[in-house]
């Protein structure tokens, strides 16, 4: 018997992106709206949770409506209404929340709430038809720096986790320290490609007592420190040698624990997933130690690497047919651990 | 005319069903669970309890603010999304002005106010003529000192409601010169029944707004906002 189609409309506003999408069977994008408020936040250095939470109150109708048009579907074609509920700035998480909750009392539709780092790693279903767990996925984002052993839909084993910084935040304070701005991802990879990334040895930390734990914030010392004594010796700062040279440090670690966990798990299946997994460096660091151990990597295009809302309606459809559903007092969780129902 | 309303701006969460001059069913919680838990579920039950079909809503009423930025946003954000997936307007009904309705007929000056931290409350002044809410200062963000001498300088017994009286009761006995009282439990708390009301006032008068438009009324910049212009002024 073929089965019904399920069609999900998800909602997607933890940090400073107000998103929404339908997705056919956790597959299938029939549209991928997102409002992002970047500039707005440039002007202050860094994301303002206030600044974000007005936004989103503003956007997300019309964001959701677009979303509905695009896929050319009305709420009454839907199976289910999807949204985020954390980790990510609460009062972002709220204004989500509450949307999808009365979108979903006022439709009859039933509501699941979805962990943004599941959203993140699903992305890569949509691209990839044939990826299925068990897999190894590095998530890499502004807030997450996540080893996760994916064992079934919805079941996940965090293997590491950073200690620390996180490895977006890493190259957007070293993006500050030069002079970069923000956002510092985006900017350190570019300049990174005019640098040579031998030219400084800064320090990859290892954590003692768990092999797959990240550190970067004694690499993020060591950058500052690396231009403190340039600044007081007055020796010039080659800017683009500085970002290659820090970019390479947390690409390596990245790319090591990885590949690490792929050998000892036996999982021949690496994903990438988060913001960061949009990195040049990255992606072609973690191509390359694939092809040599003969993996199967994936990675979402750019665009789905960064927050959006057809990740959460992937990663929402394989909630969905596990049952899952979430009742009108579901609440925005900050601190959401990944794995926690 | 039939209208749903709710009420998150302070620290009560209230929901309530209006049908033309009768409320249907209220739902007021002053209790420690955040907005987020309570809310909806309240909104579920009373139109559970009312066998309401959503669909003979003619408008949603919210208390837009001023209030607690997260909790005027949870409001909303619930209003809007109901506006949304059943296509009914949203009316944004000013809180201070709906707290003030708690005390219909009064007409002594009534002074509804909100703790709006640093030293400061959201309030307004109303009275009742002819039986009808009458504005005589628009709500604002103020210190308690300013209001007290606006009070004064009116020279009118004055009542006061709101969960700014807790905390600024002490401080207005010392700064007032005119009568003064407090309202009594029951009618000095936000109620969503007060929403309803002003609300079916501006749906008969044409003042609805869609729920895509809608958004809150803060009365106040986020503090990056307010820091980054004091910057600007110094430079």
């Known amino acids: ?341 | 005319m039939k209208i749903a309303a709710i009420d998150s701006s302070g620290l009560v969460a209230s929901a309530a069903i209006l049908q033309d001059d009768l409320i249907l069913a209220e739902y007021t919680l002053c209790y420690k669970k955040t907005h987020s838990q309570t809310l909806m579920p309240m909104l579920e039950e009373i139109c559970r309890m009312t066998e309401l079909d959503l669909q003979s809503l003619d408008a949603i009423a919210v208390s837009k603010g001023p209030g607690s930025f997260t909790g005027l946003r949870i409001g909303s954000a619930t209003a809007k999304g109901l506006g949304l997936a059943l296509g009914k307007p949203v009316i944004g009904v000013p809180t201070v002005d709906a707290l003030a309705c708690n005390l219909f007929g009064v007409q002594d000056l009534i002074c509804p106010i909100m703790d709006a931290r640093r030293n400061q409350v959201y309030t307004g002044l109303y009275t009742f003529e002819n039986d009808s809410l009458s504005v005589i200062s628009e709500q604002m963000a103020v210190s308690v000192n300013d209001l007290a001498q606006k009070i004064n300088a009116l020279g009118r017994k004055t009542v006061f409601l709101g969960d700014g009286v807790p905390v600024y009761k002490d401080m207005l006995k010392d700064l007032l010169t005119v009568p003064f009282t407090f309202a009594p439990a029951g009618q000095n708390r936000q109620r969503a029944a007060c929403v309803a009301r002003l609300g079916m006032q501006y749906l008969l008068e044409g003042k609805t707004e869609t729920a895509a438009e809608h958004r809150p009324e803060y009365l106040r910049l986020s503090q990056a906002e307010r820091e980054r212009a004091e910057k600007e002024k110094q430079c």
């Open chain 1, 1 to 341: 018997m073929e089965q019904k189609d399920i069609l999900i409309l998800a909602i997607e506003s933890s940090c400073d992106e107000t998103a929404a999408a339908v997705v056919r069977n956790g597959r299938e994008v029939l549209s991928n709206v997102i409002y992002s408020q970047i500039d707005l936040h440039t002007l202050y250095g860094g994301v303002v949770p206030e600044i974000a939470s007005r936004k989103h109150i503003e956007k997300i109708n019309q964001v959701i409506e677009e979303a509905l048009r695009q896929a050319e579907v009305s709420l009454k074609d839907l199976d289910a209404v999807a949204v985020t509920y954390g980790p990510g700035l609460v009062g972002a998480l709220l204004v989500g929340v509450a949307e999808a909750k009365a979108i979903s009392f006022a439709s009859h539709l039933p509501l699941v709430g979805v962990h943004h780092i599941e959203g993140h790693i699903s992305a890569n279903y949509i691209e990839h038809k044939d990826l299925e767990p068990p897999f190894i996925c590095l998530v890499v984002s502004g807030g997450h720096t996540h080893l996760v052993k994916v064992s079934d839909y919805g079941e996940y084993e965090i293997l590491g986790r950073t200690r620390d910084d996180a490895a977006g935040e890493a190259f957007d304070k070293v993006a500050r320290a030069i002079g970069l701005g923000y956002p510092g991802g985006p900017k350190i990879d570019a300049l990174a490609k005019q640098g040579n990334a031998d030219a400084i040895p800064f320090p990859k930390a290892k954590v003692a007592d768990a092999p797959y734990d990240f550190s970067f914030s004694g690499l993020k010392s060591a950058v500052l420190n690396y231009l403190n004594g340039c600044r007081m010796k007055g020796e010039p700062i080659v800017e683009a040698d500085v970002a290659a040279s820090f970019q390479k440090a947390v690409v390596d670690v990245l790319t090591e624990h990885a590949m690490m966990a792929v050998e000892e798990t036996g999982i021949r299946k690496l994903a990438l997933a988060g913001g960061v997994a949009s990195n040049g460096a990255l992606r072609e660091s973690v191509m390359k130690a694939c092809e040599k151990a003969g993996i199967s990597f994936y990675r979402p295009s750019p665009g789905l690497c960064t927050d959006n809302a057809a990740m959460i309606g992937a990663a929402a459809y394989y909630e969905y047919i596990r049952g899952v559903r979430h009742g009108m007092d579901l609440n925005a969780v900050p601190y959401l651990k990944l794995g926690e129902k």
